[in-house]
């Protein structure tokens, strides 16, 4: 390690799945890494809505970074903020003033909720992209049972008893899926004064149909599954309103004092210090390669790149999958331009898509295989639990499932955290 | 259940050990009985430091109110705080003003921590009491290692790494020995920068012992051990000052900005609305039977209640197996009054005491039968494990603690929450 100081300085900004999988793809590569977040944890977003619904707990889907990357001796890991990326003097500062040079750079810091210019929504309507966010919606939830079971007037009752989820996309239809189920199998016994299954769920689209990225027979079974399961299906239905007892959509005025939001997404405000041109939802619309213009040694990945030179006749999907892959193509062209050789460009690999709904009701678009109900919910869980970072967590999450499963019993269903807390929390964007 | 209306109303005010085994013990009675509780959780107390030290997760040791007692028919589970009680109008208040009236009343709130007036240092140094306490004190241990990684100045450094755990209770003991272990095995590993193997665990007491109420021999032993693990053991050492950087305490200053507060107990300010002669901690000084002076229907049990008739030379300790035997005790009570027959008064049985230091070390003192070490680590496990309530529970600490022990890892291991919000949270009691 004598020379490791004078080794070429890459820092990965985001331990998301791009920036784990450029990290672990430069294991051997004679590299000095910093990789810094602003949480010490990387989150297996897609089951983030298990939290959000009592069914695992964060620890399930989340490995501190440090322990995932303990072995790898060319990374350091930081805890901290970076508030601005200079491309020109080739630095990062952090929120603590600190400045850092680097030789190569990734931003890979995923996205945010967009509420399209109506942030006073956000405390009225949490989204789903963090542990904070599934433990404050999991608290919501179960409160609005609580009050239910204690409220005498059955129009409050109704209205406490309403859960309305606003976007149809793979969160929002996971997220309504997994209310209905426990609302009718898990709490259903818990109660004394209200019946749990007289909850209802509430999903409102604003285009013509739910999981529109998805073909239209998939969309349709989706939502006659949603459907069986008691969920109300409502498409072309634009929200107008968020009050804190009710939405306002398409017309309707929905009495609800339990909203989530799963409907836009807005990249995070450190890309625009880069100073590269961004696209309307504020991602770096990046080259071929995944560089900056003009910054071959600066590289933006994940959901935070907007990448339009694809094959494909779409851009690549803000996906988790697409992460993956921008990660693994970032650690190739370092390494080529390390060793000098030419610098590849990316091209995605459209895997296919899966959505979960309910207890064992999935639709998947692989391709020419298009398919839904039990054998898409199995490989659903099959490829999820494959790719959970971390052994440990692997088996425990199997365990729950299982006893989950068997039981329809939900093992994390503590509310925790003060009321008023998560809104004194959020703040708006900088 | 068409008189169950008829039936006596019985409010059990708390979800602890003995406002749970008082409903339990009830369960065939004729009685109608509401259970309030301000969480939804039962929580094992006696496990919250392994919450607190990143080995459980909140989950493992707490389970819904609701669920545990799903199958018991007679009982009404209301997530509410109450205010105040009436003992000569035989009501109690809720914080939203409802009014509920009963013809028996059992109130079992626990204990809060107490600050000897300095509620100032409340917020410096939290006690570990709720869910919310422990992951508090998670979040300041595990940020105090990711500020020393980042930290150049070796004087800051060894000011975050430094750990003052204030009270050589069982409660200060057990955390004092997790930190040292946490510090030695699992995170040894996770830093470029730091060795976590420098940072140290100071114990404070202010008596001339820790484990006071152990025989001398084994707080020598339980001493002997905390010293083997590294933990600094300092007895007549009362705390004089608790700064954001530094604990005053016996005329040394000693540089800390993670303080977790074991040292004393404060009653429920619900106690005082009751009229009733309190003890110096605000207990209330029950009869012989645990209710409260002039009114027999009324029962004061577990941490709330100062019960000083027993045959044993001290008064009843306020610790878990004490406040399971009042619950036992008023179940029994009240089958009897209900029943017409006498009413039994309370004898504690001290079956002895058992507090875990570390890895395999720990002490018990069972009577005539003291033993340290590994044998008293198992007889701890054995009966931790089978008090937890919830199979599902039982099984999932079994097999993160056999992984934790296998691995040196800690499972638990995030940064959840904001700077701040502690501080923000905490209010000065009633």
Not at 182 to 189: G, P, S, T
Not at 191 to 209: K, M, N, Q, T, Y
Request: hydrophobic share 45%.
């Amino acid at each position: 390690m004598a020379d490791a100081a004078a080794r070429p300085h890459l820092i990965v900004i985001g331990g998301g799945f791009a920036g784990l999988y450029l990290t672990q793809g430069l294991a051997r590569a004679p590299i000095r890494i910093t990789l810094i977040d602003r949480r010490n944890h990387h989150l297996f977003q897609p089951m983030l809505y298990q939290v959000a619904t009592a069914a695992l707990n964060p620890s399930d889907i989340a490995s501190p970074i440090r322990s995932i990357l303990r072995t790898q001796k060319n990374v350091d890991v930081l805890l901290g903020e970076v508030t601005r990326v200079d491309a020109d003097a080739k630095t990062v500062q952090l929120a603590d003033g600190e400045v850092l040079s680097y030789d190569y750079c990734a931003v890979a810091t995923g996205a945010r909720h967009s509420y399209f210019g109506r942030s006073e929504w956000e405390s009225l309507a949490p989204g789903l992209k963090s542990v904070e966010d599934a433990l404050e919606i999991r608290r919501r939830v179960l409160l609005a049972f609580e009050r239910a079971e204690r409220e005498p007037d059955p129009k409050k009752r109704h209205q406490d008893l309403t859960f309305v989820v606003i976007g149809g996309g793979p969160t929002g239809v996971e997220v309504a899926g997994a209310l209905a189920e426990v609302r009718r199998f898990a709490l259903a016994r818990d109660f004394r004064h209200i019946d749990p299954r007289e909850a209802s769920v509430v999903l409102l689209e604003g285009g013509p149909r739910i999981l529109s990225t998805y073909p239209p027979e998939l969309s349709e079974k989706a939502k006659g599954t949603l459907r069986e399961l008691g969920v109300d299906v409502r498409e072309n239905t634009m929200v107008t309103a968020i009050h804190p007892d009710a939405v306002e959509a398409g017309g309707w005025r929905i009495p609800s004092t339990t909203v989530v939001w799963a409907a836009g997404n807005a990249a995070s405000p450190l890309l625009a210090t880069i100073g590269a041109p961004l696209d309307r939802q504020g991602r770096v619309l990046v080259e071929a390669d995944c560089s900056v213009p003009g910054h071959p040694e600066l590289l933006v990945l994940g959901d935070a790149a907007a990448h339009q030179h694809s094959d494909a006749p779409e851009a690549v999907p803000a996906v988790c999958p697409a992460a993956i892959q921008m990660g693994q193509h970032a650690a190739r062209l370092i390494r080529a331009s390390l060793a000098g050789r030419t610098r590849p460009t990316f091209r995605y690999w459209n895997k296919g898509e899966l959505a979960v709904i309910g207890r064992g009701q999935a639709v998947a678009n692989l391709g020419r295989l298009r398919f839904a109900g039990f054998p898409a919910w199995f490989v659903w869980i099959f490829i999820h639990i494959a790719y959970l970072i971390g052994f440990r967590n692997r088996l425990l999450v199997l365990i729950q499932w299982a006893w989950s499963y068997l039981t329809y019993g939900r093992g994390a269903r503590l509310i925790t955290g003060e009321t008023g807390e998560y809104a004194a929390r959020i703040q708006p964007p900088r």
